[in-house]
Antibody, heavy 120, light 106 residues
Framework: QVQLKESGPGLVQPSETLSLTCTVSGFSLTSYGVNWVRQPPGKGLEWMGT???????DYNSALKSRLSISRDTSKSQVFLKMNSLQTEDTAIYLC??????????????WGQGVMVTVSS | DIQMTQSPASLSASLEEIVTITCQASQDIGNWLAWYQQKPGKSPQLLIY???SLADGVPSRFSGSRSGTQYSLKISRLQVEDIGIYYCLQAYSAWTFGGGTKLELK
């Protein structure tokens, strides 16, 4: 079955770089895209960026200067790197599969998320 | 960037009641609109895609509709398990979530 699982450090120092991994199973990264979404505590969802099945990327314009998404198809892993972290980047970070055209480009499967706290 | 204005921000309803949540897009997004339910401590679950198509395994009491740039999610007979926060998501140009609607039992 389709599964996604995020991993990474729970605590990051201000001004440092966040590195997260989304490990997927049950589908191929060359067939589906993967998105990163974050949710600050008690707040709403924010789309961060996507890596399409062809390896191209799109980013939220508000985060574009700080964000990079890449992948290793042989390991079924998608990576997020975001630099210059501030306390307002404290959030649950989730990866989600892009369902493609037949699913209206909605995100059809989600990981459980990983909590990242930015604090010294 | 496309903005999605979701209303109401919170809603209190009784069991078996009809509930409607709306999202207003800042421009034409066609049918590229999805709805999600999120329960506390859980990831969002896809309910509706393509504005009106029911996702696999979602009860038929959920339905989506569109009128121009306004999109609605309707729960025909509210059940206890429907309590949570609902979000819309536009997928026409990049992706943008609505602000969310917190649905509680009256």
């Amino acid at each position: 079955q389709v599964q996604l699982k995020e991993s990474g450090p729970g605590l990051v120092q201000p001004s440092e770089t966040l590195s997260l991994t989304c490990t997927v199973s049950g589908f191929s990264l060359t067939s589906y895209g993967v998105n990163w979404v974050r949710q600050p505590p008690g707040k709403g969802l924010e789309w961060m960026g996507t890596i399409w099945n062809d390896g191209s990327t799109d980013y939220n314009s508000a985060l574009k200067s700080r964000l990079s998404i890449s992948r290793d198809t042989s390991k079924s892993q998608v990576f997020l790197k975001m630099n210059s972290l501030q306390t307002e980047d404290t959030a649950i970070y989730l990866c989600a599969r892009g369902g493609g055209y037949n699913s209206g480009y909605a995100f059809d499967y989600w990981g459980q998320g990983v909590m990242v706290t930015v604090s010294s | 960037d496309i903005q999605m204005t979701q209303s109401p921000a919170s809603l209190s309803a009784s069991l078996e009641e009809i509930v409607t949540i709306t999202c207003q897009a800042s421009q034409d997004i066609g049918n590229w609109l999805a709805w999600y339910q999120q329960k506390p401590g859980k990831s969002p679950q896809l309910l509706i895609y393509g504005a009106t198509s029911l996702a696999d395994g979602v009860p038929s009491r959920f339905s989506g509709s569109r009128s121009g740039t306004q999109y609605s999610l309707k729960i025909s007979r509210l059940q206890v398990e429907d309590i949570g926060i609902y979000y819309c998501l536009q997928a026409y140009s990049a992706w943008t979530f609505g602000g969310g609607t917190k649905l509680e039992l009256k």
